[in-house]
């Protein structure tokens, strides 16, 4: 039996991206309501497939959580300077740095093979440069904000220096650099952190200079996951930062709310990001 649910969320959210990429430059000047400003800098690696859901996810991010110090989009090459341009009209606080010029030149050799084959790779080596000089979030371009962010706030501005993470909803590693199954407890979504501090990553970073094989895929959220337990990062609520697809394969977005903080638009429910304009 066809489920017409699920193939009509399927159509809509990929016309509503087809309408929204078409008409996304006169969207992005649009003003954004918000004057509180909040002493976080936020970091987003994309390219430019991903440019409408970057736009979106950046005017949620100021919408519902307040202008940052400084939100840094990655660029990973791909991006045109017309994207660069368009990106940077969102908000004054908005800047796009290309990749090769955020990474570090002392990162390990493992690392730099992996981001010189893997689109993962990359990712991990922009994780690893990043300067945490104060509150620092890293976000995916397929998370959205809702009203609930403002909790945020709070917990960058806490006295604690935990990393918070966001609990991922299945167990997503590589097992090749796990040595044991304790270490696959309270699996970690690299999707999103929020930095208090630089991380240690040797612990993690030595399991991958001796795996055995091509990284994949799902390498760079194992060493994530390691790094950050190892650093005793601490999660983030999970039912107020959301990372769950249990209603992929039904019509509405279960979990979006204005009681929410974010969600993870991973790849089974990405065409709900597209559902929740209206509170964008």
């Excluded at 736009?55 to 949620?60: A, F, W």
């Excluded at 800047?95 to 390990?108: A, G, S, T």
């Excluded at 799902?218 to 930062?241: A, D, M, W």
Aim: hydrophobic share 35%.
């Amino acid at each position: 039996m066809v489920n017409i649910g699920y193939h009509t969320a399927k159509f809509q959210g990929q016309f509503i991206r087809s309408v929204y990429r078409d008409i996304v430059v006169k969207l992005v000047k649009a003003p954004i309501k918000q004057n509180r400003k909040v002493p976080i800098k936020i970091y987003s690696l994309s390219c430019e497939r991903d440019l409408p859901e970057q736009v979106v996810s950046i005017r949620s991010f100021i919408r519902y959580v307040g202008i940052p110090e400084k939100f840094t989009v990655i660029s990973d090459g791909s991006y045109t300077d017309d994207s660069c341009r368009l990106l940077c009209r969102i908000h004054p606080c908005v800047e796009v740095v290309p990749l090769k010029k955020l990474v570090r030149n002392d990162l390990p050799e493992c690392v730099s093979e992996y981001a010189q084959h893997h689109t993962m790779g990359r990712k991990l080596s922009a994780l690893m440069s990043i300067p945490v000089n104060g509150p620092t979030i890293y976000t995916d371009s397929d998370i959205l904000f809702f009203p609930g962010g403002i909790d945020l706030v709070e917990l960058a501005t806490s006295d604690d220096q935990y990393t918070r993470y966001l609990p991922d909803c299945s167990n997503s590693l590589d097992d090749r650099i796990i040595c044991d199954d304790s270490e696959k407890l309270n699996p970690i979504n690299a999707g999103f952190i929020l930095f208090k501090h630089e991380l240690d990553w040797s612990f993690a970073i030595e399991r991958l200079a001796k795996m055995e094989g091509v990284p994949s895929y799902f390498t760079e959220q194992t060493v994530v996951h390691l790094t950050i337990h190892q650093n005793h990062g601490k999660p983030l609520c999970s039912q107020r930062y959301v990372l769950n697809v249990e209603d992929q394969f039904i019509y509405p977005d279960k979990f979006a709310s204005k009681e929410i903080a974010l969600r993870h638009y991973v790849r089974d429910v990405r065409h709900k990001f597209w559902f929740n304009l209206a509170l964008t």
